[in-house]
């Protein structure tokens, strides 16, 4: 049996639950596991480069996460319309959805990089980053702002092709794209010379750029990733088409994108600004407190793969569904999601607790980063199976259009609770140990509160395709609003 199964292999809509969101999400780990390759070659190779560049990227990756957050909903709102068409065989609607997300997303992201590229430093100096790190983080940021839509149209692609239920295309575009990037790291970073002070040519080779090297070789190869998911969907061979004659930017149709992009985009947006926020406490330690915190939020990104995977699942799983008119279906969906994804991260978790010393060790030989880095680890290991349960039910509820309510669930527990909960243990009871235990406190709230909200039933109008009336498109037959019920099993 294959591990991992194309588009026409998989029926959403009909039969069991486990296999088909098991087959679905295996492509989004691995494409995930393959885009935080990125962050942790970054990572390893400015680690070796100076403990200062190491800080600086810390700084760094919370800006990028920020700038992505303002646009992102774009791409929640194209997955879910092309999701729930899918799910009601309008072909045509779907390609319409993802033919306008590709327009306003690029438009987007070009504006967002044009307006964020002279706020770096100020805002990066604002965060607290000192001033031997505040030059590498500015340099890094500047490039990111610039590559901003080619980075920005690469997600697009993976969001649109995973509402029609293709996540293996992603998958193996991803996997170029980031050889080419590891490839690229060490040589852009610490410089690469053929040739020293040979006649006529003089020195022959890459020159060192450090932080701004990474920045280079992220940007360069997530741009070769866009330009070959853009040429995929043209073409119309795998998932989803998108189509010239319907990039022409429809305003009207704007309309129903925003509805369900910028509650999305509210919740990026707020988890980015929450984790910035967080850096102005992290900030007021020394760099090896920043640099361990830099290094544990990257050994999250491939712990957290599972539970990212499965919400994007459970997010196309509901959409399709709801717009076949199988609302319990969607709702089991989440209650599988969430039971197996905590039993998978809680073993996790327990095993990181126990070893955490080598596990940071891999991104630095410097003692006094190990020491701070295992006692992060340790804080939070212990909640990684409740992250699992709130992704889950804010995934399927993304899925059903409700993005405001996700947005809400993670607002609350970012900004409502670890923030708080970080300032006030750090400042008045455990210093730096302190901020590690915000996010122990927040991960279990989390997904207590979604769990509660999940029960309540709040799934509101699920269909979020609407009618000829409400801009749906060319021809749009619309579909019926209807309740979605959602009760305990």
């Not at 040519?201 to 070769?224: Q, Y």
């Not at 925003?258 to 990026?268: H, K, N, Q, T, Y």
């Amino acid at each position: 049996m294959s591990f991992f199964k194309g588009q026409d292999e998989l029926e959403l809509t009909e039969g069991g639950i486990v296999k088909p969101l098991f087959f679905l999400s295996l492509p989004i780990v691995v494409t995930n596991l393959m885009q935080t390759a990125y962050n942790l070659a970054d990572t390893f190779w400015l680690g070796q480069y100076s403990t200062e560049a190491l800080a600086a990227i810390s700084f760094a990756f919370p800006m990028v996460f920020l700038l992505i957050s303002l646009g992102m909903g774009l791409s929640v709102a194209g997955s879910v319309l092309v999701a729930q068409h899918t799910g009601a065989d309008e072909t045509e609607e779907a390609e319409y959805a993802a033919s306008q997300t590709v327009s306003f997303a690029f438009i987007v992201s070009a504006v967002l990089g044009a307006v964020g590229y002279p706020f770096v430093r100020p805002f990066l100096d604002f965060l607290g980053a000192s001033p031997d790190v505040l030059p590498g983080a500015t340099a890094y940021m500047q490039v990111i702002a610039l590559g901003l839509p080619f980075m920005f149209g690469f997600f697009v692609f993976i969001a649109l092709m995973r509402g029609a239920g293709d996540t293996i295309t992603p998958m193996f575009v991803m996997g170029g794209t980031v050889v080419i990037n590891v490839i690229l790291d060490p040589f852009l970073i610490h410089g690469w010379t053929v040739v020293e002070n040979a006649p006529l040519v003089g020195t022959v080779g890459f020159p060192a750029l450090g932080i701004e090297g990474a920045a280079i070789a992220t940007v360069f190869s997530r741009s070769l990733a866009m330009l070959v998911g853009v040429a995929i969907m043209l073409s119309g061979s795998r998932g989803i088409q998108i189509n010239l004659s319907d990039m022409r930017p429809d305003f009207e149709y704007l309309r129903k994108i925003l509805a369900i992009g910028v509650p999305a985009s509210v919740e990026g947006t707020g988890r980015a600004l929450s984790i910035n926020a967080l850096l102005l406490i992290v900030g007021l330690y020394s760099t090896t407190v920043v640099a361990a915190y830099g290094i544990g939020t990257r050994v999250f990104s491939v712990i957290f793969l599972p539970a990212i995977a499965v919400a994007r699942g459970v997010e196309t799983m509901t959409g399709q569904n709801i717009g076949a008119g199988k609302y319990d279906r969607a709702q089991r969906a989440n209650y599988v999601a969430a039971r197996v994804l905590f039993a998978v991260l809680a073993v996790a978790g327990v095993a990181i607790f126990f070893v955490p010393r080598p596990i940071v060790a891999v991104f630095t030989n410097d003692a006094a980063v190990i020491d701070a880095g295992a006692t992060f680890l340790k804080y939070v290991s212990l909640s990684f199976g409740f992250i699992g349960i709130m992704r889950a039910f804010t995934g399927g509820f993304r899925g059903a259009g409700e993005t405001l309510v996700a947005a809400v669930i993670s607002i609350v527990t970012l900004a409502g609770i670890r923030l708080p909960v970080a300032y006030v243990a750090s400042e008045f009871w455990l210093g730096a140990e302190g901020i590690w235990l915000a996010f122990f406190v927040s991960n279990v709230a989390g997904a207590v509160i979604a769990w509660l909200w999940f029960r309540r039933g709040t799934w509101r109008e699920g269909d979020v395709r609407g009618s000829p009336e409400q801009g749906s498109g060319p021809g749009t037959p619309g579909g019926e609003d209807g309740e979605v019920p959602v009760t305990d099993d």
